[in-house]
C-alpha cells in the first residue's frame, strides 16, 4: 500500500520570500508520479508541479520547484517569491505509474501568504 | 483543454432521499473516472474509479449500495447518494483521466458540496 505524509499542517510565509512544504510518502513501486497539488478556497483542485520518479532531475515550474529524493522517499515542494495568491491548500499525491491510476493523498499543508 | 465540470455545485437535501451527482468531461473522453470524499480541513479520500462500461470499483469501507455510480458514457459518470443522512454531508469532487496525455494526470472537477437535514 502506498502512504503519503504531510508533516507540516500549517505553514506562513511572508509576501516574496521563500517556502518549503515538506512531504515523504511510502511505497514498493520502483517507478511512480508525484504531483503537488493547490486547493484555493474556491476548492478547485489545481496541478502545481509533477515529478516522474525514473526521472531524477527535479521538476521546476516558473516559481515552484521540488526537491526529489528517491531513497529517501521524499519530495518537497519549494515555492520562491510567495504571492498572495499562493494561499491555499497544499496536497502531496501518489500515483502508481502502472496499472491503477488513481492519487494517493497526504493531509495537506494550509500555507498563508502574509502581506 | 482539459475541463472537468460537475454539478450541481451545491445541494441540500433531507434525510432519506437520494441525490444524483454529475461529472462531465467536456473537451476529452474520459474512460475512467474517480470520485472523492473531502471532509471539513481534510484530504481528499478516493471512494471508487468509474470505468466506462462497466461497474465501478468501490475502495474498502465505501458502500456500493449506498454509492451508485454510473459511468455510461465517455464523457458523464454520476454518482447517486442513495437514501442520504446527515453523515453523508461532505464535499465531493470528481477526477478524469485524460489518455491523451503523455504523463497520467487528473484533471479535477470543481466539486459539489452536499449538506443532509
Known amino acids: 500500500a502506498q502512504t503519503v505524509t504531510q508533516s507540516q499542517p500549517e505553514m506562513s510565509v511572508q509576501e516574496a520570500e521563500t517556502v518549503t512544504l515538506s512531504c515523504t510518502y511510502d511505497?514498493?513501486?520502483?517507478?511512480?508520479?508525484l504531483f503537488w497539488y493547490k486547493q484555493p478556497p474556491s476548492r478547485q483542485m489545481i496541478l502545481v508541479i509533477r515529478q516522474e520518479a525514473y526521472k531524477q532531475q527535479n521538476a521546476t515550474e516558473n516559481r515552484f520547484s521540488v526537491n526529489f529524493q528517491k531513497a529517501a522517499k521524499s519530495f518537497s515542494l519549494k515555492i520562491s517569491d510567495s504571492q498572495l495568491g499562493d494561499t491555499a491548500m497544499y496536497f502531496c499525491a501518489f500515483m502508481k505509474h502502472t496499472g491503477a491510476n488513481n492519487l494517493f493523498f497526504g493531509t495537506g499543508t494550509r500555507l498563508t501568504v502574509i502581506p | 483543454g482539459a475541463v472537468v465540470s460537475q454539478h450541481p455545485s451545491w445541494v441540500i437535501c433531507k434525510s432519506g432521499t437520494s441525490v444524483k451527482i454529475e461529472c462531465r468531461s467536456l473537451d476529452f473522453q474520459a474512460t475512467t473516472m474517480f470520485w472523492y470524499r473531502q471532509f471539513p480541513k481534510q484530504s481528499l479520500m478516493l471512494m471508487a474509479t468509474s470505468n466506462e462500461g462497466s461497474k465501478a470499483t468501490y475502495e474498502q469501507g465505501v458502500e456500493k449500495d449506498k454509492f451508485l455510480i454510473n459511468h455510461a458514457s465517455l464523457t458523464l459518470s454520476t454518482l447517486t447518494v442513495t437514501s442520504a443522512h446527515p453523515e453523508d454531508s461532505s464535499f465531493y469532487i470528481c477526477?478524469?483521466?485524460?489518455?491523451?496525455?503523455?504523463?497520467?494526470?487528473?484533471?479535477f472537477g470543481p466539486g459539489t458540496r452536499l449538506t443532509v437535514l
Open positions: 477526477s478524469a483521466f485524460h489518455p491523451g496525455q503523455s504523463y497520467n494526470e487528473q484533471f
Open positions: 511505497t514498493s513501486e520502483n517507478n511512480y508520479y
